[in-house]
């Protein structure tokens, strides 16, 4: 069973970064699409970046294109959300998610939250003056 474990959030004044990682145990992400979602108080979880295995397609909202980038070291099994130029609406709770598919071509378009199967348990971003 994979099992997926977000690190790096806090608190960041506006205008300023942090970078996420999603740890994986339990098995390899060698074969798995990862995605990265967000969820504020009283909204919707929203997904905002997705990598297909081999990191050949990314997808990002458009609310963090051009701010934030994914990444991914399958060999360490790890995925990273760099944040830049953090506004206060992306304060939320960002998790990780995981979907078992080989394509290439997986992330060429968010993915939506029911497609994912595993998910982390989150980390808090806050960001504010």
């Known amino acids: 069973q994979l099992q997926l474990v977000e690190s790096g959030g806090g608190l960041v004044q506006p205008g300023g970064s942090l970078r996420l990682s999603c740890a994986a145990s339990g098995g390899t992400l060698d074969h798995y699409a990862i995605g990265w979602f967000r969820q504020a108080p009283e909204k919707e979880r929203e997904e905002v970046s997705c990598?297909?295995?081999?990191?050949?397609?990314?997808d990002y909202a458009d609310s963090v294109k051009g701010r934030f980038t994914i990444s991914r070291d399958n060999a360490k099994k790890i995925v990273y959300l760099q944040m830049n130029s953090l506004k206060p609406e992306d304060a939320a709770v960002y998790y990780c998610a995981a979907v078992w598919d080989p394509y290439p071509g997986i992330c060429s378009v968010l993915l939506g939250k029911g497609r994912y199967k595993y998910w982390g348990q989150g980390t808090q971003v806050t960001v504010s003056s």
């Open positions: 990598a297909s295995y081999d990191a050949n397609t990314l």
